[in-house]
């Protein structure tokens, strides 16, 4: 199976900035698309921010301006650019990638950011 293991979480203070990482492993996922979800406490998951193939992203309103997703096929990895994060951010973040009619998700990595 496809596997994605996140890494990078923590807490910083708001205004302050993180990096998210997700590497995959048994797969390589040059034509794949991903993606980053996020749970906040008592609140749904969240789509946060995808990324295609073919290098075309989308945001959520929320972190518009703020947050940029990436990639870097050659090591199999994509990453979340966090800037000015704001104590609403906090939550745990999840990293996809979807493989046909399939979307893969890694156990997720905790973001708590405060005031």
């Known amino acids: 199976q496809v596997q994605l293991v996140e890494s990078g979480g923590g807490l910083v203070q708001a205004g302050g900035s993180l990096r998210l990482s997700c590497a995959a492993s048994?797969?390589?996922?040059?034509?794949?698309?991903m993606g980053w979800y996020r749970q906040a406490p008592q609140k749904q998951r969240e789509l946060v921010a995808t990324?295609?193939?073919?290098?075309?992203?989308n945001y959520a309103d929320s972190v518009k301006d703020r947050f940029t997703i990436s990639r870097d096929n050659a090591k199999n990895t994509v990453y979340l650019q966090m800037n000015s994060l704001k104590p609403e951010d906090t939550a745990v973040y999840y990293c996809?990638?979807?493989?046909?009619?399939?979307?893969?998700w890694g156990k997720g990595t905790l973001v708590t950011v405060s005031s």
């Open positions: 048994r797969i390589i996922f040059t034509i794949n698309d």
């Open positions: 996809t990638l979807t493989l046909y009619d399939m979307t893969y």
């Open positions: 990324i295609t193939s073919g290098g075309s992203t």
